[in-house]
């Protein structure tokens, strides 16, 4: 459970609106009495987890005009997205994925050409993780297409957003800003080359990627990157009351962006679900030649945690705090 | 899993496009290869269950102007009834809810209005079945107000759709057609009684009857009455391949209902939540009387099983077969 910002708020965005959806979830999820006994994490979490610790659950949106335009992406691609964007929530819990629920609100008036054009993709993207379709809603509405994905995913070790101690090292998967470079090049009315188009449409599944990570370097705390690297750093700062510093030389960009905005992008550009990741210090650095040799995706260290709280931004980044508190990182 | 009709659907609705909706996305979730091994029950019961029989899951669509208006009822009604419609899919597996996640797609501009409003009716139903909130997430639209529940329960003894045999009985819980006659008196510009108006937004959960009938009465067969009585008889038919003999005579009609149409709103009225469930010849009627003491809710045999296919009416019911086929009950 995470909250996405969207990705066409739009000059009108404020930053108090903004910020403030996920503490709105958050508030009506934690103004409950205590936790049922067989829930391990509640909301706060990538998933939640129940049942022994076996058992994780998340749950994504993916709402037309807000995460995507019909005119930028196919159908098919819409599908394969909202499911993708949802079992990143599972892949930064190292949780194997094995149940998909699909919930589809669809205009009145083609909901079954729409539905069959997503169709193809969710069913893609149900494939490629290895779960399964076992269940849904459908319904006509009067509004735009919406898109809720629910999934679960079979755990083996806990692996949260907590447990961070001084000295640890914060990494990340893949490169960055690929997914936010497309999206605002679609904004301003142009086409985004095609590797651009493929980091936003082709979401990536770091699932193996993060049982690997925990398996063979112990990792036990990650979170995906879907608000863009700081804001998400920031998430996992607050939930171990520590201070992250941020080297921003050291950000994997993506190749295909601009110069003047790939580093912009690539702190807060979000959209991307790659993983960023703790780890004691020099735990990693021996493994990332097998780990990319093994999956064709590159390991980056890209800081390290001290005592205080917050996030501390060292090398070339000129941006402000901004990517941390709500920037709508689309209108840089 | 169940697609419920709009009840809004107006004098444009067409039949056919009503009765698909199920069909085109049960098509969607089996035209994927075998499930995974670790679920048991996927697509086509109330709820998909997986690992060891002993979970179950169901999502449920909420819409605007599709499921509710909201110049009926206010949004705490609306918040207690999404998540009551999504636990009903668990009670009809005599499963015992205990977690909830909420996905909401709320207009932007009153987001932050209409969140609170929700949620105090959300947190209402959540109590009431003593699960917890473990999850969700939020999105501003631009449509209408779209709510996604998906709930999880537990299950003690596996309660399905099928096995249905010549002989057995056809018994409801609670009364039938209320939740539908407001719907009709809201249609028609006039205002419900307080009665009627409560069978729309009281969505009761029938989560404890369900277990007392599968411990009392050794019930392995029951659906949750959200398509109307007719329609839902129709479902536990097919999954069985038997005939189902309604007498109609024998329904239990909300008494708030006017007489004319008061039988066919509770043959066809969607929306009730009550059970249907199928038990062996002579086991509930000893049972009828403690149920109804301890519960304060009928328990009333509304038919019996042949051999053949399909649903046959008897008694005063004068209505077609549409109620099967997917008539808009709410335009009678």
């Known amino acids: 459970m995470k909250s996405r910002d969207s990705v066409l708020r739009g000059n009108n965005s404020n930053r108090e609106s903004t910020g403030s959806e996920s503490d709105l979830i958050a508030r009506m999820l934690t103004g409950m009495e205590g ?31 807000i995460h995507f335009r019909r005119d930028w992406i196919d159908l098919h691609e819409v599908g394969f997205r909202a499911v993708m964007s949802a079992i990143s929530d599972l892949a930064a819990m190292a949780a194997d994925p094995f149940g998909v629920l699909i919930s589809l609100a669809l205009p009145q008036k083609e909901s079954r050409e729409i ?16 779960a399964s379709l076992i269940g849904g809603d459908l319904s006509s509405s009067p509004g735009p297409i919406v898109i809720d994905v629910t999934v ?15 000295g640890d090292e914060i990494w990340v998967t893949g490169v ?24 936003f449409t082709r979401t990536p599944s770091r699932v193996s990627e993060a049982r ?43 190749p295909g962006l601009d110069s003047d905005i790939a580093l912009s992008l690539g702190m807060s550009g979000g ?37 205080g709280s917050g996030i501390e931004i060292k090398g070339s980044y000129t941006g402000s705090s901004n990517g941390i508190l709500g920037f709508d990182h689309f209108l840089i």
């Open 35 to 65: 936790l049922d006994a067989r829930i391990l994490l509640g909301a706060g979490d990538d998933a939640a987890v129940f049942k022994n610790k076996q058992t994780a659950v998340s749950t994504d949106l993916t709402i037309e005009d």
């Open 115 to 130: 539905l069959e054009g997503l169709t193809t993709g969710i069913q893609e993207a149900v494939r490629k993780v290895g």
């Open 152 to 166: 679960l995913g079979e755990i083996k070790d806990l692996v949260t957003r907590t447990g961070i101690s001084k």
């Open 176 to 199: 960055l800003g690929g997914a936010a470079g497309a999206v605002k090049i679609w904004l301003s009315g142009g086409n985004p080359s095609m590797d651009l188009r493929n980091a």
């Open 212 to 254: 690997w990570l925990v398996e063979n370097a112990g990792i036990r705390t990650m979170i995906d990157i879907s608000d863009g690297l700081l804001r998400d750093v920031n998430h996992l700062a607050d939930a171990s009351d520590v201070r992250i510093v941020i080297e921003s030389n050291e950000i994997p960009i993506h």
């Open 271 to 307: 959209e991307d679900y790659e993983l960023c990741l703790v780890c004691e210090k020099g735990i990693l650095n021996p493994l990332v030649n097998v780990f990319e040799e093994k999956f064709g995706v590159r390991l980056t260290r890209v800081g390290y945690v001290e005592e």
